[in-house]
């Protein structure tokens, strides 16, 4: 199979982009209406020892974040270093109960030491654990940047995978 990775399904959606955590950002929201699952992902640079970032990905039944509230998500993958020396990915199931608020310091009570070092970390989140039964389709990143010190750019970007319908180019995920 030759197809290209929107024609398999996917899509790309920037989120954050070089912003500085050290005050609370959110990103837009994106339409899971048409995918099986999301993957956020985060790109940070070395912080501050203490330095204390968290992530809550919220839900919605529209891209106004109508009903806002908190999506749980059970898996989540991180590198935490310089990305050299960490040439794999750790994997961290957290459980059947999940978490809807990831502390980056502490992911599934293991220190990943991710406040004075660089990091990636892609959390997953699959479409059916959104309150579909009452219209929740949208999902949105927050990041809560009360903990940071200094200055921390941070990069997010969504990654859409299993379209409902899969084409060359993709159909919008904003609305």
């Known amino acids: 199979m030759n197809a290209s990775f929107f024609g398999m399904g996917c899509d790309f959606i920037p989120d954050v982009i070089n912003l500085d955590a050290n005050s609370d950002l959110t990103g837009d929201w994106v339409n899971l209406e048409n995918y099986e699952r999301a993957y956020l992902l985060l790109i940070k640079p070395a912080g501050t020892a203490g330095d204390d970032l968290s992530?809550?990905?919220n839900q919605a039944t529209d891209n106004a974040g109508t009903g806002s509230k908190a999506v749980t998500f059970q898996r989540l993958w991180y590198k935490v270093g310089t990305m050299t020396a960490q040439n794999t990915w750790t994997y961290v199931d957290l459980g059947s109960t999940g978490s809807s608020d990831l502390d980056l310091v502490s992911v599934?009570?293991?220190d990943i030491a991710s406040d004075s070092s660089a990091a990636v970390v892609m959390v997953e989140v699959m479409a059916?654990?959104?309150d579909v039964?009452?219209?929740f389709k949208f999902v949105q990143s927050s990041y809560e940047g009360d903990d940071i010190g200094?200055?921390?750019l941070i990069n997010s970007h969504w990654v859409l995978c299993g379209?409902?319908?899969p084409r060359n180019v993709p159909l919008t995920s904003l609305s």
Do not use: E, K
Request: hydrophobic residues 45%; without cysteine.
């Open 55 to 57: 992530i809550v990905i």
């Open 108 to 110: 599934g009570g293991t």
């Open 128 to 130: 059916d654990s959104l």
């Open 133 to 135: 039964n009452a219209g």
């Open 150 to 152: 200094n200055a921390l």
């Open 163 to 165: 379209s409902a319908y």
